[in-house]
């Protein structure tokens, strides 16, 4: 073992029987996991970690979606340090708020579409949608139009795991878990091309009208009188990465204006610089009113979360609302906040969004282009620094494989043991790698998963799963 971290105090079998004994990991079936026993992960360098037995991996996921900067940046280490050690908290309640709480709100309404110049702090991407649910509601019986309660949303969507944001989110696994969705929470379906675009021989940018028309289906369907907002992600993410038709958003806005519905976009994932501009919505081209950002505010390295709140909904808050009866004891956390403005002004001094949009975020496209190629692959996408390969058995008629093969999985399991993270979601291969990866790393991370996929496919071929 050649890690000198303080994993070395115990062995990694010590780590995984304490872990199994008293951890509850999110989202884990607890027994399995005891018996097979977590990856420990004990150190980082840039889009590289290490686990308790010295393996490196390349961290395609940038942990979960949120190390945008890359690991081990000192600047973020000793904004943390600095502000722990001169006010390591202190609340924003009761008439009070701290310097780098104020310096944040200020810089994220600059790098923010010219809608926006307040924020709302919460301490995760979760909590900032249950502040959006809170909010839109509060704003219609602001406006004297009470009964606008319904927000719609996507199936297939993640909006987060608390009881808004669970049930914002479109993923029925969560709620069959605690009678979710809470009530007034409606879902159309995703505009999943490939799924229900493709089978009716619609193409991309058709199919992507006839998705956000199912948005105007559904305000019809329910009153537009009754509807309060519209969330989405721009892509996808935790659903599959997702990308939906050039057509797709703009409809969507066009809409959204027509019924007076406000259009929140959930940021978490495509916020600061993922997907080749700062923010998703630029990307896909709409203006919302809300944005939910959390994960790549601070690149991961503490937690927060927050709402950007437009103009539209600002100026009613502020002028008419009285006392807001909502907030977390971690709003506008001073260490969190410090970290943010640090990790800003990297992403911004490493022009790291202009390094998505014309270098790598290019770049990746033109590799997933060339592993559209592997017999295994159907389709192969990327946006900025997101990508997804969809696993098929038949790539000529793009005929799924059996569900029970659990294809993904078995690529997955491949890409744990050949030392990068992959997410499998369903068929679907995805990757978000830091966004200071280079063209030299992108090509080691294509290599390592066109080996898993080799693998694969030898497993497919051995059992039998392509006949
Ligand atoms: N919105 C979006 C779009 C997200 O991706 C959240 C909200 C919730 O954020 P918090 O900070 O409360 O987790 C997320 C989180 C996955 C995965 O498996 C994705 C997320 C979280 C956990 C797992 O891809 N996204």
């Known amino acids: 073992m050649s890690d000198e971290s303080p994993a070395m105090s115990r062995t990694t079998a010590e780590w995984q029987a304490a872990d199994a004994a008293h951890f509850l990991h999110p989202f884990t079936d607890f027994q399995s996991l005891a018996a097979k026993g977590s990856r420990i992960i004990t150190r980082a360098e840039g889009i590289y970690l ?16 949120c190390v945008n900067v890359g690991y081990g940046q000192q600047a973020l280490i000793d904004a943390a340090t600095k502000q722990l050690e001169t006010l390591p908290f202190y609340n924003a309640f009761f008439q009070t708020a701290t310097p780098p709480a104020i310096e944040l709100a200020e810089l994220l309404a600059e790098v923010t579409p010219p809608q926006f110049e307040h924020v709302f702090f919460s301490g995760s991407g979760s909590e900032g949608n249950d502040t959006v649910v809170r909010m839109v509601r509060r704003y219609w019986d602001l406006l004297g139009q009470p009964e ?37 929470i409606v879902h159309i379906e995703q505009p999943y091309w490939w799924e229900l675009g493709r089978p009716q021989g619609l193409t991309r940018e058709a199919f992507g009208l006839q998705a956000a028309g199912w948005l105007e289906e559904m305000i019809l369907d329910m009153g537009p009188e009754n509807v309060a907002a519209f969330i989405g992600e721009p892509i996808q993410g935790a659903g599959g990465v997702i990308i939906p038709a050039t057509t797709y958003w703009p409809e969507v806005q066009r809409i959204c204006n027509q019924y007076g519905v406000l259009l929140v976009s959930d940021e ?19 203006q919302p009113d809300l944005m939910t950002f959390a994960k790549g505010v601070t690149s991961g390295y503490v937690p927060l979360g927050g709402v950007m709140v437009g103009q539209r909904v600002a100026d009613v808050l502020i002028q008419q609302g009285g006392e807001f009866n909502h907030g977390y004891t971690y709003s506008g956390h001073p260490v969190a906040c410090a970290v943010a403005l640090a990790n800003i002004r990297l992403i911004r001094s490493l022009k790291l969004v202009e390094h998505v949009h014309d270098d790598v975020g290019p770049y990746l496209a033109e590799a997933f282009r060339q592993l559209a190629g592997h017999p295994l692959v159907g389709d192969a996408e990327t946006c900025g620094l997101m990508g997804a390969l969809l ?15 659990g294809i ?60």
């Not at 978490?268 to 709409?286: A, D, N, Q, S």
């Open 50 to 65: 290490w686990d308790s037995e010295g393996h490196k991996i390349l961290d395609a996921m940038s942990g979960l979606w």
């Open 148 to 184: 606008r309660q319904i927000i719609i949303s996507r199936k297939n969507a993640y909006h987060g795991s608390t009881m808004a944001g669970a049930s914002l989110g479109g993923m029925s696994g969560m709620h069959v878990q605690g009678g979710l969705p809470i009530p007034g």
């Open 268 to 286: 978490v994932i495509c916020g600061f610089g993922r997907t080749g501009h700062w923010w998703g919505c630029e990307t896909l081209g709409f």
């Open 391 to 405: 696993l098929v058995k038949d790539k000529l008629s793009g005929e799924a494989f059996d569900e029970s093969v």
């Open 408 to 467: 993904g999985m078995v690529c997955r399991s491949h890409c744990f043991n050949q030392g990068v993270i992959m997410r499998a979601v369903g068929d679907r291969m995805i990757i978000a790698p830091p966004l200071v990866i280079t063209r030299n790393q992108i090509d080691d991370m294509v290599a390592l998963i066109r080996r898993c996929l080799d693998l694969t496919l030898a497993d497919a071929q051995r059992e039998g799963w392509l006949r």
